[in-house]
């Protein structure tokens, strides 16, 4: 579930509660998060709406300025069910403590280790983290098209493998690009004392 800046914004300041959207399956849950840009975002509901219980005050809790204009958007997509999402309170995105938060005794660090491991494990293209994490370091506020070709990757997977590294803590999006945060490097000296 993706929302424009001017949604964001109105999440942020507590003008907009509501969001209504036209799926075959739902993205979010009830009693889930979404992390957004704004941060994290609790999801106090969701559920299937018919077009004509949307009202005005609906519209306008959802960021619109008409029921016309929401339906309109809804309009421009013709498949799926329109489901009505409640949104809950915005919180701090987790990531960014996490990346500042470095593991504190051995046990923490072996099981941060096992993770970006795990990630190697997993992958059909074999192990990509190191590599990833070098990149990153070496270029920090560099495009991810231009990432991705001097790794000769695709650019939705390379996004795709930055944001796991991310939620690890280890990256952190910049305006254009990335960069390691203090504990994706920490990381990288961890993984070269191994080799």
């Known amino acids: 579930m993706l929302f424009r800046q001017r949604f964001l914004d109105g999440i942020r300041d507590g003008s907009i509660t509501l969001a209504f959207r036209r799926w075959r399956r739902p993205s979010v849950r009830t009693g889930g998060t979404l992390l957004t840009a704004v941060g994290q975002l609790g999801i106090a509901s969701v559920g299937r709406v018919a077009i004509d219980e949307i009202s005005d005050r609906d519209a306008r809790r959802a960021g619109y300025e008409s029921r016309d204009e929401l339906l309109a958007e809804l309009g421009q997509r013709a498949e799926g069910d329109i489901y009505r999402v409640e949104l809950g309170a915005i919180g701090p995105d987790p990531r ?14 072996a099981t941060l280790v096992a993770a970006v491991r795990r990630l190697d494990a997993r992958a059909a293209e074999g192990p990509w983290t190191r590599q990833t994490l070098e990149l990153i370091r070496a270029h920090p506020a560099v495009r991810a098209a231009d990432l991705c070709r001097l790794l000769g990757q695709e650019k939705e997977p390379f996004k795709l493998n930055v944001r796991k590294l991310k939620k690890l803590g280890l990256t952190e999006s910049l305006e254009t690009g990335y960069r390691l945060s203090a504990r994706g490097s920490a990381v990288l000296r961890w993984l070269d004392e191994e080799e």
Request: neutral net charge; without cysteine.
């Open 96 to 109: 960014i403590a996490l990346r500042e938060r470095m593991p504190s005794t051995a046990d923490e660090r």
